[in-house]
Nanobody, 126 residues
């Protein structure tokens, strides 16, 4: 069964940057749209950003688009999330997810994605 594996999380100070990566196991989900979500303790899962595979159209949580950048390396079949100027309130588990196809009608909805990774912890200290 295909799995999504995130990496790149860790403990950083406020104001720092991190880059998260996500790759499917094997050569799978190569044409699927993908996204990033995050979930802080006691809160609902929140949309961060998404990208379609072929066209490379991007979608962002409006509150994050000035500091976060989603990208993909199609040759490596890897999804990235560059996060800058992190804030302590952004401590959360960050998940990547894959949609069932190239298309994303509602990129911010968790229901739009059929596969999820286990998540990577990002902790931002003051």
């Amino acid at each position: 069964q295909v799995q999504l594996v995130e990496s790149g999380g860790g403990l950083v100070q406020a104001g720092a940057s991190l880059r998260l990566s996500c790759s499917p196991s094997g050569r799978a989900l190569t044409t699927n749209a993908k996204g990033w979500f995050r979930q802080a303790p006691g809160k609902e899962r929140e949309f961060v950003a998404a990208i379609t595979r072929v066209v490379g159209r991007t979608y962002y949580n409006d509150a994050l688009k000035d500091r976060f950048t989603i990208s993909q390396d199609t040759a490596k079949n890897t999804l990235y999330l560059e996060m800058n100027n992190l804030e302590s309130e952004e401590t959360a588990v960050y998940y990547c997810a894959a949609a069932a196809s190239e298309y994303l009608t509602f990129p911010a909805k968790t229901d739009s994605y059929t596969k999820w990774g286990q998540g990577t912890q990002v902790t931002v200290s003051l």
